[in-house]
């Protein structure tokens, strides 16, 4: 069975810090550039990191650019979002997504964890 699992989300204070994982399952993720996308109350979803197949390539969202890194153990068949200087806008419920290159069509997802940034 194909699994792909969030976890690492909570409730963080503006400034702070929180590292994602996305534990993959039931395929090779090597075979995949893997994604985090997030989708905010109200908003559209949104692309916020891509990091290809051997981690060699990697395209973040400008609003995240400089705060937020990408990076993978594909022997671990992990992703991993650090995501640091956090803000109240970047609340949004986190999905990983292997990702097939170039349709960037969302070949597998993940359920998705929560990150609220509150004082």
């Known amino acids: 069975q194909v699994q792909l699992v969030e976890s690492g989300g909570g409730l963080v204070q503006p400034g702070g810090s929180l590292r994602l994982s996305c534990a993959g399952s039931?395929?090779?993720?090597?075979?995949?550039?893997m994604a985090w996308y997030r989708q905010g109350p109200g908003k559209e979803r949104e692309l916020v990191a891509l990091i290809a197949s051997a981690g060699g390539v990697i395209n973040y969202a400008d609003s995240v650019r400089g705060r937020f890194t990408i990076s993978r153990d594909n022997a671990k068949q992990v992703v991993y979002l650090q995501m640091n200087s956090l803000k109240p806008e970047d609340t949004a419920v986190y999905y990983c997504?292997?990702?097939?290159?170039?349709?960037?069509?969302?070949?597998?997802r993940g359920q998705g964890t929560q990150v609220t940034v509150s004082s």
């Open positions: 997504s292997a990702v097939d290159i170039p349709s960037m069509r969302n070949v597998y």
């Open positions: 039931g395929f090779t993720i090597k075979n995949y550039a």
